[in-house]
């Protein structure tokens, strides 16, 4: 999912050698004439300057391509990790916490440096093995010392920099949390506001403990950082004193080559010190990815879903059956359900707190699969087709969400449906226009469930499934949402499936279904005597 194009990767490659090899012919230049003390009329001027012209325009044509590369990565990888979270599951989602996808996102910000990263190292490495051969070129011992002593300095510094990783990880991890705090204060916020002891609380007991830590392992990973980067610094100049004194003083390098080593030692630094300052990123995109594989594999995402809804001919509505369904959590069971629902059917779901109504909206839903069982439409297993199943169905949950922007398939301007469901809801006075964002205002909670009513309706799907919606209704409008609400959606041939606690409108339901630690225990038709209905519970 986290993936460089091949194509990109190939480019990079190419850059990566292309700029070597002229970095390499600029040195070579600049080595032969000061080993020669020809400084002019050498011969070498002309292709001196045009192979920094040409360095600097291929650097110029590269980096634009490279840009491109690093940020078409990371905002894909934003697309397809947005993508991705739609297919999690409820059920994982609430076990996750939308903090972590939070952190996850950061994480992808990282990557903008990949790109860049790989070329450079490319490059570095190119030039520094290039520049080692040179060395060896020139006396054999003479290089094997040197690249002896780099390789001393490199595992000083790749052993003490690989400790840093945990830390870094620990670092991302309480960042992680901080997320959850910040998220507790924006959705807690009436809550904190009228509380100074829990204000206290948060702030003393967990933002400033979890700041504090995180800021003693930042200074510790900038402070073991620096500490590294100045090692190696003064490990090229340690290695600078062996050439100058002591190789040719043991006779390894004779007096006219030690200028031509420090020349190529001098031009080595800049890769060496490159690769020095990048392991910052190296890390951070270790551990970046790191996160990101472990968050994909517990998500269980295997692939983008990018999809289109599917255009197979639409699913129709007669008959749903629930046959031995189950589902579990740790410590709670819901069912087995044995159940049929027929088009056309108003039915009420009853029961006490806890006793399985929403968890059994989730299954009727599709949002939970159940452990065991299954669930037929028409006589069709809904796990074979769910997109086409959840087509049928327009669902209110006990907390609606409004969404910013339209993302359905209707228009809310200038729909005769809208201006009639608006007068129906009793909202025509509070929306007086048909613009779009009316309806994605702040709304109180009754009101803002009628908007959602309003919504659902103009999706025009045969099933409506309500999740105690008229709770938060005034007893005005709770008696018409029963009297006349439900008749006319009846009368349009919907099927309702509303859990409620209303008893006193059980006799508008045709069938009520009563839960109870997880199981219908009562299924019971209500009869109609010409006005009035007998429900007894
Ligand atoms: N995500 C979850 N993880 C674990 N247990 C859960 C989860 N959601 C609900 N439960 C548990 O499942 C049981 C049924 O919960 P459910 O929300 O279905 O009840 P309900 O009948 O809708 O209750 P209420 O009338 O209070 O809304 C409860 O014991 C609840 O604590």
Redesign the pocket.
């Known amino acids: 999912m986290i993936k460089i194009k091949k194509t990109n990767f190939f480019f990079l490659i190419i850059y990566s050698l292309a700029n070597t090899f002229l970095t390499l012919g600029i040195l070579y230049i600049v080595n032969k004439t000061v080993a020669n003390k020809e400084l002019v009329n050498n011969g070498l001027a002309i292709p001196f300057f045009s192979f920094i012209i040409f360095s600097y325009l291929l650097n110029i044509f590269f980096q634009k391509k490279i840009i491109r590369i690093s940020y078409d990565f990371v905002y894909d990888s934003e697309i397809n990790i947005t993508n991705s979270l739609k297919d999690i599951t409820l ?1 994982r989602l ?1 076990s996750l916490g939308t903090e972590r996808i939070h952190g996850i996102l950061e994480d992808i910000r990282v990557f903008i440096f990949l790109p860049g990263v790989i070329t450079n190292t490319l490059n570095s490495l190119l030039l520094i093995l290039l520049c080692i051969g040179y060395l060896f070129s020139l006396s054999i011992m003479g290089a094997v010392v040197i690249v002896l002593l780099i390789s001393i300095i490199s595992y000083l510094y790749f052993s003490m920099s690989k400790k840093l990783s945990a830390q870094l990880l620990d670092l991302r991890n309480s960042n992680d949390d901080f997320n959850k705090f910040t998220q507790d204060i924006l959705q807690g916020f009436k809550e904190l506001k009228i509380s100074a002891a829990r204000q206290y609380n948060l702030s003393h007991n967990f933002i400033i403990p979890n700041r504090n830590d995180a800021k003693e392992t930042d200074i510790y990973i900038s402070n073991s950082f620096s500490a590294i980067n100045v090692l190696s610094q003064y490990g090229l100049y340690f290695i600078f004193g062996v050439i100058l004194f002591v190789l040719p003083f043991i006779g390894i390098v004779s007096i006219d080559k030690v200028v031509s080593f420090i020349v190529i030692l001098l031009f080595m630094s800049g890769p060496i010190n490159r690769i020095i300052t990048m392991q910052n990123l190296y890390m951070r995109i270790g551990v970046s990815q790191k996160r990101i594989r472990k968050f994909l594999k517990e998500v269980d995402i295997s692939a983008t879903s990018d999809k289109q809804p599917a255009v197979s001919s639409p699913l129709s509505f007669n008959i749903l059956e629930f046959s031995h369904c189950v589902f579990d ?4 069971t ?1 069912g087995p359900i044995n159940l049929t629902i027929k088009k056309g059917e108003v039915i009420f779901i009853v ?11 989730n299954l009727l839903t599709g949002l939970y699969t159940p452990s065991t069982g299954k669930v037929y439409l028409n006589g069709g297993d809904i796990s074979n087709n769910i997109e086409g199943y959840q087509n049928l169905l327009s669902t209110i949950f ?1 907390d609606n969400y409004i969404f910013s922007q339209n993302y359905d398939n209707y228009q809310i301007k200038k729909n005769a449906k809208y201006i009639e469901y608006l007068k129906m809801m009793e909202m025509d006075s509070i929306i007086k226009n048909d613009d779009d964002s009316s309806v994605r205002r702040k709304f109180s909670k009754g009101q803002s469930k009628r908007i959602s009513m309003i919504l659902a309706l103009l999706e025009e799907k045969p099933l409506l499934i309500l ?2 919606w008229a709770a938060d209704q005034d007893p005005h409008f709770r008696k018409y949402f029963y009297e006349n609400l439900i008749p006319f959606l009846r009368q349009q041939g919907k099927t309702i499936i509303a ?1 409620t ?1 209303d008893d006193k409108y059980f006799k508008h339901a045709d069938r009520i279904l009563k ?1 109870e630690y ?1 199981k219908i225990i009562q299924d019971i038709a209500v009869e109609k005597e010409e006005d009035s209905a007998i429900v007894n519970i």
């Open positions: 059920i609430n959590y740790d410590s709670f819901l029961g006490g707190n806890g006793s399985g109504k929403s968890t059994f909206i006990t999740d105690e859990v606690h839960f997880g």
